[in-house]
């Protein structure tokens, strides 16, 4: 696809809460602990009492609310405005004719979304579902259960929606889809605004956090192109998940609230696992994260085992609904919850000690803990005969250096853009709109008093007076910022050793960074060295601050916004409408396509011709026909290739000249490479491509 540019047609202050939590930092207080906290419980009575007598002035914290819940609203469906203007100004879309908008799709995107199409062709939603349940199209000569092999609920479920609902008059279906994946993005927008409230008890933080998201676009997110995308379904979830968690960790909460709030992790927890495939490995890490502040003594049991039920129930729901995907029962994540459950219930006295005891106990459980899940994952996939995510762990091999690899699949990975090194010039783009330096101050600040913090409790006593000792201590910090914090550490490491997986840290990345600059555990620490911490000195900072930078950036990015949403380009690819449109008039309606994954998922959007293989690549089998049909690039002779094109039933072959004489890639990753590598060989022919354009004869 090209995009080609074409004309212009003619045609105050309410920023925090009412009323302030008790810091949980008390850096040198001369006063106790106890003796500072009744003197202050009664100091707010006071200040209770005569905020009271003024009228209408309960209602204020309501008011606070109801304003920054709004103010949440208005910049998530700015942001949703932002994304749909520049994916109509850079396709022209509403312009288009139905074969040009789905070619748009590209990739995998236009397989997930030929299902939503499927189902709305069907004659009833029963059939619709049948026909995926024993679908026989989307691989040759095999009945594959859709529904289980991949998360395509959202389609089915919009698919429903728009059946039932009375806008078919008045909105095309393809509109429908987009609308909601675009509306998906102001959840996503509202749950960084949240977060970033909890945290830092001012919705300028939220706001902050919003203006963050959308002025970096192009590392947050990629939905204006990508819009089926399944983590452009699930991120959403995800990141409400957090704010989810946030709540649930914060101090003195209501037993009531608890409930309510778990209910609310679990739900979006369930919805992130049933959008997308790569669930799993997402929730491996915010377990490890839950181990890791359980170890150091930050969370409660009860907050422990909340939270990895949250997980393991909305597993097994999928995995109800995917009708028994193997894949969910052999996931590492599974397995190292139930490790970590299961010994933290039979290693008693883990929190006990002196601190090199305790040390040694911890050193003890870890080791343990990761034996078990190592055990129970290999017996889990060999009883279940599990191969689907091998070639995942064949390229994390290979990309680490842990031996070269002359596996296809993982070298297809190895090469991809997308799964290497985060680039540098990132953290050019984060620097330019001023959130990379507030970020790494916050978080260089506070990973050291987690480390503090964490010594503090390893040297604290089991014994009953714990809770006492605790309450002395010079350095703490609050389990939600606990958690947040090392959200943002785990999923950091994730993005810089894999690209794609940027867009889960990001998001995250710019609410952590407003708490930084609106909360004030961190202005706090400055101004204790300065020996100037008052609390209007602190008032001061934390509004002014946030403030001066939304003037900054609405000052420099705000023309730049309107520029860039108004550009206005053509969607522009004649040879591939030329294809779609000889495939749907010229062939049979049973003829079965071979090719590249990519182009081969257009082809059943656009004409519902069979496919030998496609690009969802979490199956072996798949992987393996993959291999084969892309033989057709390889140095093989005419009768090898005729051979394995028969034996997967395709009846034509469309070949590309950008994979025949492929530039993209540097010479050892390109296709032909791959495959001569994968067979072991280097053959004395030509690339088999070549030879057919050459005129040689005809397979």
Not at 6 to 11: F, I, Q, W
Not at 89 to 104: A, D, Q, T
Not at 257 to 281: D, G, I, M, P, Y
Request: hydrophobic fraction near 45%.
């Amino acid at each position: 696809m090209r995009v080609r540019s074409r004309r212009k047609s003619n045609s105050d202050d309410n920023v925090g809460t009412a009323l302030d939590r008790p810091l949980l930092l008390n850096f040198g207080a001369k006063e106790t602990q106890r003796d500072y906290k009744s003197g202050q419980r009664g100091t707010e009575e006071c200040l209770k009492l005569s905020w009271n007598l003024i009228p209408g002035q309960n209602c204020w914290p309501a008011v606070v609310i109801a304003a920054g819940l709004l103010l949440a609203g208005v910049i998530g469906l700015f942001h949703a405005w932002c994304v749909y203007s520049i994916h109509e100004n850079l396709l022209w879309f509403s312009h288009l004719k139905e074969v040009e908008r789905e070619i748009s799709f590209r990739t995998e995107c236009g397989l997930y979304y030929s299902y939503y199409k499927q189902m709305l062709k069907a004659p009833s939603v029963q059939q619709g579902l049948y026909e995926l349940i024993h679908d026989n199209t989307t691989e040759s000569k095999r009945t594959i259960n859709i529904l289980q092999r991949m998360n395509i609920y959202q389609e089915v479920f919009l698919s429903i929606l728009y059946r039932i609902l009375p806008i078919q008059t008045y909105l095309e279906p393809i509109y429908f889809y987009i609308y909601t994946v675009f509306a998906l993005q102001t959840v996503y927008v509202f749950a960084l605004f949240i977060t970033s409230w909890l945290l830092s008890d001012s919705w300028l933080a939220g706001a902050l956090s919003g203006v963050w998201y959308i002025l970096n676009r192009v590392d947050t997110t990629r939905v204006e192109f990508t819009i089926s995308l399944r983590e452009n379904w699930s991120i959403p979830f995800f990141a409400l998940q957090v704010a989810a968690i946030t709540c649930y960790l914060r101090p003195q909460l209501k037993p009531i609230h608890q409930r309510v709030v778990l209910w609310l992790v679990f739900v979006s927890t369930f919805c992130f696992c049933l959008t997308w495939q790569f669930n799993q490995f997402v929730l491996l890490v915010q377990a490890l994260i839950i181990f890791t502040l359980d170890c150091l003594d930050f969370f409660t049991a009860e907050q422990v085992v909340s939270l990895y039920l949250m997980q393991v129930l909305s597993l097994l729901l999928v995995w109800l609904l995917q009708f028994c995907n193997t894949m969910i029962l052999g996931s590492l994540v599974l397995s190292f919850i139930v490790s970590a459950l299961f010994i933290k219930h039979f290693q008693t006295g883990l929190k006990t000690g002196s601190f090199v005891i305790r040390v040694g106990k911890l050193a003890l459980h870890t080791l343990l803990v990761l034996t078990s899940t190592f055990t129970i994952n290999y017996s889990a996939k060999k009883i279940l005969q599990l191969k689907s995510d091998e070639h995942i762990f064949k390229f994390i091999k290979a990309k680490f250096g842990f031996g070269a690899t002359r596996d296809f699949d993982a070298s297809l990975y190895l090469c991809e853009e997308a799964f290497g090194l985060l680039p540098l010039d990132t953290f050019e783009r984060l620097a330019g709109t001023v959130l990379l330096y507030p970020y790494l101050c916050t978080l260089s600040v506070l990973f050291i008093l987690l480390l503090l913090v964490a010594l503090s409790n390893l040297s604290t006593n089991g014994s009953g007076q714990a809770s006492r000792e605790k309450e002395d201590r010079t350095f703490r910090m609050r389990p939600d910022v606990a958690y947040n914090l090392l959200h943002t550490v785990f999923f950091g490491l994730l993005a810089f050793s894999t690209m794609r997986m940027k867009y889960l840290w990001t998001g995250h990345m710019c609410a952590f960074a407003a708490f930084g600059v609106c909360g004030k555990e961190v202005w706090m620490l400055y101004l204790r060295v300065l020996h100037c911490n008052t609390k209007t000195t602190m008032r001061l900072i934390r509004y002014s601050v946030p403030i001066v930078i939304l003037a900054f950036l609405y000052y420099k990015f705000w023309p730049r916004l309107m520029e860039e949403i108004s550009e206005l380009r053509e969607f522009y690819d004649p040879d591939t409408v030329e294809l779609m449109e000889w495939i749907r008039l010229k062939t049979p309606k049973r003829a079965v396509f071979a090719g590249s994954m990519q182009l081969l998922a257009g082809i059943k959007l656009c004409t519902g011709r069979v496919l030998t293989n496609h690009p969802h690549y979490e199956d072996q089998a798949l992987r393996e026909r993959t291999r084969q049909v892309y033989q057709i690039y390889a140095r093989q002779s005419a009768e090898e290739v005729h051979k394995v094109l028969g034996s997967v039933g395709a009846d034509y072959i469309v070949l590309e000249d950008s994979i025949c004489y492929e530039r993209r890639h540097s010479r050892g990753c390109r296709l032909r490479d791959l495959l001569d590598l994968a067979n072991g060989h280097t053959s004395l022919l030509s690339p088999r491509c070549l030879l057919h354009r050459s005129h040689d004869p005809p397979i």
